[in-house]
């Protein structure tokens, strides 16, 4: 067992920055496998009234939370919001709250607070960007939301030319969360975290990023498009993330969906030799009146196409599952619909980089 949690061990500390999350051991006891804690950057919340908002974890330690209004610190329009004035925690329960006077927004008064059943489009100018707060804080013995998983049997080629150095292409293709709509920046999206982690763990390769994604795509428009976003661009590794839109209520079925993620798996190795990573999707808030409300049947749809093709999967739903036994999802969520927040965006690169090669 020694050896095996010594592997697992510097499997996870190697350069586990989530979101901002990074995983921090005391020194080795034996086989002791208690960790001392995760320090977390920009845990996003919408606070309603004083009602308490959740955190991704609990047993915070005292003195370490700091609360903004943005998720990149030191941002010009950034507000650091005061304990006691603004806000309140419980440390133990992980949660934050506003206070009867806060400064910090409250989201009783969104447009789409409290709406059921309720189509986007009669509601202009809808989303939460401007209801966030971000919370900055250590959390005592908690541990990572995705277990590093060895896919290398699944990446050799990228694996060994990312060793070798050199150029090295990663195409991004699938729906508008990976086009990168209502992210706060290009460098927050999922896609650019996992390559600057790449390029850390692989310096002498030379990592490039293309966004093939297009807005309100499904697999069938991915399947339409695949030539002119993929094949004609000479790709080394493909990664796809496609269910949001396939899961609305005239979508394809789970096979269907299945079916079409096989298919562009299959054509990106047989005409650019790249390698394919699949990615799922995370349950859309459930009073939006066009989604099924079904996304485990996409999800598990992708992870069985992933099998069947032999490719590469990247958890993203599980993650989101594992963060939703807390937290409230329009805290996640900056559309209030179906787009991650920022720190959504590093719960996808979480699953990512929980992809082992």
């Not at 096989?262 to 999707?281: D, F, N, P, W």
């Not at 590469?312 to 900056?334: H, M, N, T």
Request: charged share 20%; with cysteine.
């Amino acid at each position: 067992m020694g050896s095996e949690f010594t592997g697992y061990r510097r499997a996870v500390m190697a350069v586990l920055v989530l979101a901002g999350i990074g995983m921090m051991f005391p020194p080795l006891a034996g086989a002791q496998a208690s960790a001392e804690g995760l320090a977390v950057k920009g845990d996003s919340l919408v606070l309603a009234g004083t009602a308490p908002g959740a955190l991704c974890y609990g047993n915070l330690e005292e003195g370490s939370v700091t609360v903004r209004s943005t998720y990149e610190p030191g941002q010009a329009d950034t507000v650091i919001y005061e304990t006691g004035r603004d806000y309140v925690v419980d440390a133990a329960a992980g949660t934050v709250a506003r206070t009867a006077d806060s400064r910090i927004p409250d989201f009783r008064t969104n447009m789409l607070y409290g709406q059921k059943d309720f189509d986007h489009t009669a509601f202009p100018g809808f989303g939460n960007r401007a209801f966030f707060v971000y919370v900055d804080y250590r959390a005592r013995g908690a541990r990572p939301l995705c277990a590093p998983r060895d896919q290398a049997a699944l990446l050799p080629k990228t694996a060994a030319k990312l060793r070798a150095g050199g150029p090295f292409k990663i195409i991004a293709y699938g729906d508008s969360i990976t086009a990168g709509i209502d992210a706060g920046s290009r460098e927050v999206q999922f896609q650019e975290q996992w390559a600057r982690h790449l390029s850390a763990r692989f310096p002498k390769a030379e990592i490039t990023v293309e966004n093939g994604a297009t807005n309100g795509d499904g697999t069938a428009q991915g399947l339409a498009r695949l030539r002119e976003k993929v094949l004609d661009r000479a790709p080394d590794l493909v990664i796809i993330g496609f269910g949001m839109n396939d899961h609305n209520v005239s979508g394809p079925t789970p096979e269907q969906f299945a079916d079409n993620l096989k298919a562009m798996t299959a054509q990106i190795r047989e005409q650019t030799g790249a390698e394919v990573l699949l990615y799922s999707a995370f349950p859309p808030n459930p009073d939006w009146k066009f989604g099924t409300h079904r996304m485990e049947l996409y999800a598990e749809a992708t992870r069985r196409a992933a099998e069947e093709a032999r490719c590469a999967y990247a958890d993203v739903f599980g993650v989101w599952k594992e963060v939703l036994k807390r937290k409230d999802l329009p805290s996640l969520l900056a559309n209030n619909i179906n787009h991650p927040s920022d720190f959504g965006h590093g719960l996808y690169f979480e699953a990512l980089r929980a992809v082992e090669f």
